[in-house]
């Protein structure tokens, strides 16, 4: 949820004059929409935001960051105490209680995962306010980390992103669906390519 105008170009986003985005747009760039969300969770509500490509591939980068410290916080665990829980909890409620503050409550949360002063189940019930699908990512991290690519596939895959470097689009395509059928599906990202077992 977001109140306040959201500027595109220094003007309010309006359908009525085509200054708005989609998250078909979001796709074609190869933006995470999760990334958005993420991007308009920073501000309160309240707050104009202005718009840019350059703060939501900002948004994107530091969406990944979250993703990976959260990761981080499950295999390593957390440096904290019940004591320590609750009062981070009892603070978290404060924050979303004051108006919803959520860009406030998030930030909070931002730096005790990075110093792993939470748990990764009290985050997980904080990610129902968030909405990032943190479990899902920390989980698509692990199954990434967890296979090597096969050497036939890595040749695909590196031919492929040389015809997406030629802006080849269809050689893209037809090498994206050679790769399918070795087991393996193509994902484009702002980091490049992402290979995911079928």
Known sequence: MHGEF??????????????????????EKNINPLAYRFFLLQTHYRKVINFSWEALQAAQTGLDNFYKEA??????????????????????????????FVSGALAATWDRIKMRKISFKTLLQF???????????????????????????????DLRQQARDSKNWAE????REEIKKLGFDV??????QKLNKL
């Not at 959201?6 to 796709?27: E, Q, S, V």
């Open 71 to 100: 990761q981080r916080l499950q295999i390593m665990g957390a440096n904290t105490t019940p004591e320590l829980e609750t009062r981070i909890k009892n603070s978290f409620l404060e924050e979303i209680n004051n108006d919803l």
């Open 172 to 175: 893209s395509d037809n090498l």
């Open 6 to 27: 959201l500027n595109i170009a220094d003007a309010k986003m309006a359908k009525a004059g085509d200054n708005f985005i989609t998250l078909d747009t979001l796709k």
């Open 187 to 192: 994902e484009d990202t702002s980091q490049g």
């Open 127 to 157: 990610d129902k306010i968030f909405g990032l699908q943190i479990a899902a990512n920390v989980e698509r991290l692990e199954k990434e980390a967890n296979f090597s690519v096969p050497t036939d596939v890595q040749k695909i895959l």
